[in-house]
Structures are given as C-alpha cells and as structure tokens.
C-alpha cells in the first residue's frame, strides 16, 4: 500500500481521522516531528476509535529522519502550489504521500525537494 506521511500535525482529531483511513487501507503512517499534539490526547484517541493498535505509526525526529527511512522510494507532496492535479497522477504501491501540517503546509525549503512532477495540487 502507501506510506502516509504527515509533517508535523497540528490537529489531533485529523490526525486520528487518518490513523482510521490507514487502519481501513493497510497504509502505514509517519509522523514527522515536532507534532503539534499528543498520540493520546483525547482528540486523537476519539477519532482514531479502537484503530490505533491496526495501525504501524512511526515517529520520525525530523524530516531528514524520514528521508533515511524513505531511502529511494518515490514520495509525492500534496500541496495547493502544485502545478499537476492529484488526480492526474499514477500512484504506485509503496509511494509516499507527504501532506503538510494543516495550518502551514509543507515549508518551501522541504517543497524545493521535490520535482515539480512530484508537487500535487489540492484545490
């Protein structure tokens, strides 16, 4: 399945809105720190239900973390400064989904890293 990658979440219901969604598709879910919330707070755990314990969370320090981890697995950034669709692209099993915290987005020295094929847009 993907690797769902969110950089540095603020929200802590969404965050457990997408450990269901990952729970639900088989997809693995990194955390790229500093979060914003806790893993147990309240509005993590209410959203999240009973999935937490189906769902391989893993933390990473910082985005250079996760790179390591990613190794050469393609990563694609969804992001309202996307020049390509989100629904143009051909998603392959094992792609990284990276989403950006949800009141800043991905910041453009992390954006920069990645081909303008790989920027997706979300309108």
Known sequence: MFEIVLFEPEIPPNTG???RLC??????LHLIEPLGLWMDHRGVRRA??????AVDV????DWGAWQ?????RR?????TMGTRNYHEMRYKAGDGLVFGSET???PDAVLEGFAEHARLRLA
């Open 58 to 61: 893993v933390l990473h320090r």
């Open 23 to 28: 729970a639900n598709t088989g997809c693995r």
């Open 68 to 72: 390591t981890w990613c190794g050469k």
């Open 75 to 79: 990563q694609l950034v969804f992001t």
């Open 48 to 53: 999240g239900l009973d999935y937490r314990d």
């Open 17 to 19: 809105n997408i450990i």
């Open 104 to 106: 800043r987005g991905v």
